[in-house]
T-cell receptor, first 112, second 115 residues
């Protein structure tokens, strides 16, 4: 079945550092790919998405590129802020499927 | 505007008891989803409603779990004869159309603890 694998956390960085959180997937079809974020005390919210190969999703300075050849959707940000501290989830939705398959999440802490 | 609301936010129950968890989706959203998130894991799909009907219940772990959405708005997840392994955060989400690319709006979840 479909699956998503994220790099294990927790990840701790200093403010203004470069961030990469790795995500790879296995799917039988041509999935859409997502990054969701959960800030402390809040619900999951969509950060960005990409619906086909070579698409780049971006939001709030975060980017991720849909790489079909490596089945990856790594999340990057050039300069992180303390306010980026949260748990990040990579997810996929297979074509025609009405449900998301999530990775296990990566907890990110940014120190000032 | 109002987001997805889940009640209660916390529920502690004894093993073997029956519990109901409630979800109020965003007004007008036709699609509603239930997920379960165990500690240190990502959410796992349980069931998806399109309107009043369960379009996909393939994620329900066994027949102790049941969900309804009688009027196409509020949904209730029901768990019979609870077990300690049912302890988790139960998340509800809604989307405007339920298409694969329609973003999900999640509630804050109900944390269920079975003692």
């Amino acid at each position: 079945g479909d699956s998503v694998t994220q790099m294990e956390g927790p990840v701790t960085l200093s403010e203004e550092a470069f961030l990469t959180i790795n995500c790879t997937y296995t799917a039988t079809g041509y999935p859409s790919l997502f990054w969701y974020v959960q800030y402390p005390g809040e619900g999951l919210q969509l950060l960005l998405k990409a619906t086909k190969a070579d698409d780049k999703g971006s939001n709030k300075g975060f980017e991720a590129t849909y790489r079909k050849e490596t089945t990856s959707f790594h999340l990057e940000k050039g300069s992180v802020q303390v306010s980026d501290s949260a748990v990040y989830f990579c997810a996929l939705s297979d074509q025609g499927a009405q449900k998301l398959v999530f990775g296990q999440g990566t907890r990110l802490t940014i120190n000032p | 505007g109002a987001g997805v609301s889940q009640t209660p936010s916390n529920k502690v129950t004894e093993k073997g008891k029956y519990v109901e968890l409630r979800c109020d989706p965003i007004s007008g959203h036709t699609a509603l989803y239930w997920y379960r998130q165990s500690l240190g894991q990502g959410p796992e799909f349980l069931i998806y409603f399109q309107g009043t009907g369960a379009a996909d219940d393939s994620g329900l772990p066994n027949d102790r779990f049941f969900a309804v959405r009688p009027e196409g708005s509020v949904s209730t997840l029901k768990i019979q004869r609870t077990e300690r392994g049912d302890s988790a955060v139960y998340l509800c989400a809604s989307s405007s159309t339920g298409t694969a690319n329609s973003p999900l709006h999640f509630g804050n979840g109900t944390r269920l603890t079975v003692t």
